[in-house]
């Protein structure tokens, strides 16, 4: 269930557009669910599709196609590595791999502890920079070979308050 604190931002996003036009803050609106519950699910995806109103599978259409929207929950950390053909041809595989070893899990999951979510990306814009990934949809790390992979991966680690 979407909060009333949210639906007041999806007011605020939605009055930025003509009334006719205010599906538009679809995007905006998903980005809020997620932002509060973590992952966008089918049932705020008909929330938000009520709100704004539109057919709950244009909602799902938009959260399908973006992978910056989490449709189950993920770990602290989702790392998405770029695996498109330009990247691949620049170890892109190969990071994305030295990285399922090191967390021990395989691409899409998430380790036990809940830390990391271990995803593929397609183009993240930065081909020149490969092997490239996105740190939780926001920090682009490029050139990661093995050590800054490492390096990334403990420095994220080390950040946790230990009991």
Excluded: W
């Excluded at 609106?29 to 519950?37: I, N």
């Excluded at 995803?119 to 081909?127: D, H, K, R, V």
Aim: with cysteine.
């Amino acid at each position: 269930m979407i909060s009333e604190a949210a639906k007041q931002r999806f007011a605020s996003e939605v009055a930025k557009y003509p009334p006719d036009q205010k599906q538009s803050a679809v995007m905006a609106c998903l980005a809020m669910v997620q932002q509060e519950a973590g992952f966008v699910s089918v049932e705020s995806e008909r929330e938000v599709a009520a709100y704004l109103g539109m057919p709950p599978i244009a909602v799902h259409e938009v959260t399908t196609f973006y992978n910056m929207y989490n449709q189950r929950p993920v770990g602290k950390y989702k790392l998405n590595v770029c695996t498109n053909l330009p990247c691949q041809l620049r170890d892109g595989a190969n990071a994305l791999q030295h990285l399922e070893r090191k967390l021990g899990i395989h691409m899409g999951e998430t380790t036990p502890d809940g830390m990391f979510t271990l995803q593929q990306s397609e183009c993240l814009g930065a081909c020149a920079d490969s092997p490239v990934l996105l740190v939780n949809d926001r920090t682009m790390c490029s050139f990661m070979s093995h050590e800054k992979l490492d390096q990334l991966i403990d420095g994220l680690r080390s950040t946790q308050v230990q009991p």
